[in-house]
T-cell receptor, first 113, second 115 residues
Framework: AQSVSQHNHHVILSEAASLELGCNYSYGGTVNLFWYVQYPGQHLQLLLKYFSGDPLVKGIKGFEAEFIKSKFSFNLRKPSVQWSDTAEYFCAVIALNDYKLSFGAGTTVTVRA | GAGVSQTPSNKVTEKGKYVELRCDPISGHTALYWYRQSLGQGPEFLIYFQGTGAADDSGLPNDRFFAVRPEGSVSTLKIQRTERGDSAVYLC?????????????FGPGTRLTVL
């Protein structure tokens, strides 16, 4: 079974600061990778995904993530955050021979205006 | 178009009672998933359906939990003899097809509190 580790539980930063959230997974086979976001009072929604090809993927709202296979990592980045990026962010993986997502514990991001 | 809907949004019950949680997937989505999210944790898989059949129920914690999807659309998660440890947000998701390349669309969840 796969497991996902998110390094930061809570991140607080000011508007215009850069954001990087760490995500590592453990699994012996190939996985697809996802970042989901949950804004306050809203449901989980997909931010971006990686299946194959260019390891740098771009998602909605200026987010991007880089897959580093040798490090089993899929870190999320945004060069300049806005107050509206305040949310909880979840990294998730799914093995190619499976159908269920395995999520990390999540990182709460608070952006101060 | 409508997304995944879940009812009720909140459910408070007493220890030992029976509860049912309902999920309406996106129309046309054949795959349906249930996850459970405890405080401070990410969602954890419970069960998924392809059509009417439970393709994998390995995540159900014990035999007090059961889920059905009799007509391949709406699903109900049933919990018997609830315990305080069952308190969590129960999330439902659906996708067009079952598989690792299909985005799972999540509903707003049902917050279950067992007193």
């Amino acid at each position: 079974a796969q497991s996902v580790s998110q390094h930061n539980h809570h991140v607080i930063l000011s508007e215009a600061a850069s954001l990087e959230l760490g995500c590592n997974y453990s699994y012996g086979g190939t996985v697809n990778l996802f970042w989901y976001v949950q804004y306050p009072g809203q449901h989980l929604q997909l931010l971006l995904k990686y299946f194959s090809g260019d390891p740098l993927v771009k998602g909605i709202k200026g987010f991007e993530a880089e897959f580093i296979k040798s490090k089993f990592s899929f870190n999320l980045r945004k060069p300049s955050v806005q107050w509206s990026d305040t949310a909880e962010y979840f990294c998730a993986v799914i093995a190619l021979n499976d159908y269920k997502l395995s999520f990390g514990a999540g990182t709460t991001v608070t952006v101060r205006a | 178009g409508a997304g995944v809907s879940q009812t009720p949004s909140n459910k408070v019950t007493e220890k030992g009672k029976y509860v049912e949680l309902r999920c309406d997937p996106i129309s046309g989505h054949t795959a349906l998933y249930w996850y459970r999210q405890s405080l401070g944790q990410g969602p954890e898989f419970l069960i998924y359906f392809q059509g009417t059949g439970a393709a994998d129920d390995s995540g159900l914690p014990n035999d007090r939990f059961f889920a059905v999807r009799p007509e391949g659309s709406v699903s109900t998660l049933k919990i018997q003899r609830t315990e305080r440890g069952d308190s969590a947000v129960y999330l439902c998701a659906s996708s067009p097809l079952l598989g690792p390349y299909n985005e799972q669309f999540f509903g707003p969840g049902t917050r279950l509190t067992v007193l």
